[in-house]
């Protein structure tokens, strides 16, 4: 069974603060990982990663993965207070409809 | 707005009662997916849809749940008989077929609706 793992379960920083949130997974048949964004309502797409080691990158938000090690980052620079919300990392198989297997998410909470 | 609607937003019923929810993907997208999150957990896959045809459905989906596309365009979710395992959000999202650009993926991003919440009391 596929399985994501995501790390830490919550964070509270600081405007201004990087953050690093973390995802391993278990998955048959690799074909892709995935990070949204979630505030209290519709998961918003934020990056799509299937090869190791290309960074992917979109204004303070960055993210890579490690296919051997089986694990992907998310990286935040310069934190703020709309940054808040639970970032959900998922998974997705070779031949798959997109049938995502998520994590429980990390809960960031940025403070003015 | 021309993004993925549900309705109801919020539902509150009493257990053994039989609820439904509708969904109203993104005109063109072939493809429609329901999945449900409790609280605390990310989203569980449930099933989905291309066009009509019900392709898969997730071992979640006891025999009380029932899905429907039949015009391959809106769907349903109904749920019978509520238990209070039930409650939970339940999201509807749609996608199309164009690929990803330079993955060859034939399944384009997700885009997910803002959900129903169900409370069973």
């Known amino acids: 069974e596929d399985k994501v793992v995501q790390s830490p379960l919550s964070l509270v920083v600081h405007e201004g603060d990087t953050v690093t949130l973390n995802c391993s997974y278990e998955v048959t048949n690799f074909r892709s990982l995935l990070w949204y964004k979630q505030e209290k309502k519709a998961p918003t797409f934020l990056f799509m990663l299937t090869s190791s080691g290309i960074e992917k990158k979109s204004g303070r938000l960055s993210s890579i993965l490690d296919k051997k090690e089986l694990f992907s980052i998310l990286n935040i620079t310069a934190t703020q207070t709309g940054d808040s919300a639970v970032y959900l990392c998922?998974?997705?198989?070779?031949?798959?409809?997109?049938?995502?297997?998520f994590g429980s998410g990390t809960q960031l909470t940025v403070l003015p | 707005d021309t993004g993925v609607s549900q309705d109801p937003r919020h539902k509150i019923t009493k257990r053994g009662q039989n609820v439904t929810f509708r969904c109203d993907p993104i005109?063109?997208?072939?493809?429609l997916y329901w999945y449900r999150q409790t609280l605390g957990q990310g989203p569980e896959f449930l099933t989905y849809?291309?066009?009509?045809?019900?392709?898969?459905k997730s071992r979640l989906l006891s025999d009380r749940f029932s899905a429907e596309r039949p015009k391959g365009s809106f769907s349903t979710l109904e749920i019978q008989r509520t238990e209070q395992g039930d409650s939970a959000m339940y999201l509807c999202?749609?996608?199309?077929?164009?690929?990803?650009?330079?993955?060859?993926?034939?399944?384009?991003?997700?885009?997910f609706g803002e959900g129903s919440r169900l409370t069973v009391l």
């Open positions: 849809f291309q066009n009509e045809a019900q392709l898969e």
């Open positions: 999202a749609s996608s199309s077929l164009t690929p990803w650009a330079g993955t060859g993926d034939l399944t384009g991003e997700l885009f």
């Open positions: 998922a998974v997705d198989r070779t031949g798959s409809a997109r049938q995502l297997t």
């Open positions: 005109s063109e997208h072939n493809r």
